[in-house]
Nanobody, 128 residues
């Protein structure tokens, strides 16, 4: 059974960098198999979900064009983790952040059915 778990600070001040980690168990993030792509999605309060980006098992990355200038996704195969960094955050970055895994590359997708597994989500508030 594949499990994903997000972790990171619940509160970030404006202009700072948001850093989140997704720890994966039950599948390797660096070996092509059932799960080949690892994504970040967020949902602001009262709004629909927004796709942030994805990293492949080989380290290739794809980002939401609207967030690309501030977003960086990396992976740590030794720890079986992948990370999200979002620079220069504002209150508009307040959201529930999710990591998810899928067998195929799907850009821009946010529906639950698109991904094979999701983390439980972690709430991030941007406030001074």
């Amino acid at each position: 059974q594949v499990q994903l778990q997000e972790s990171g600070p619940g509160l970030v001040k404006p202009s700072q960098t948001l850093s989140l980690t997704c720890t994966v168990s039950g599948a390797s993030i660096s070996i092509p198999a059932s799960y080949n792509y690892w994504a970040w999605i967020r949902q602001p309060p009262g709004k629909g979900p927004e796709w942030i980006g994805v990293i492949s098992y080989s380290g290739s990355t794809y980002y939401n064009p609207s967030l690309k200038s501030r977003t960086s996704i990396h992976r740590d195969p030794a720890k079986n983790q992948f990370t999200l960094q979002l620079l220069s955050v504002t209150p508009e970055d307040t959201a529930e952040y999710y990591c998810a895994g899928s067998s195929r590359l799907v850009l821009g997708e946010t529906s639950r059915d698109t991904y094979d597994d999701w983390g439980e989500g972690t709430e991030v508030t941007v406030s001074s």
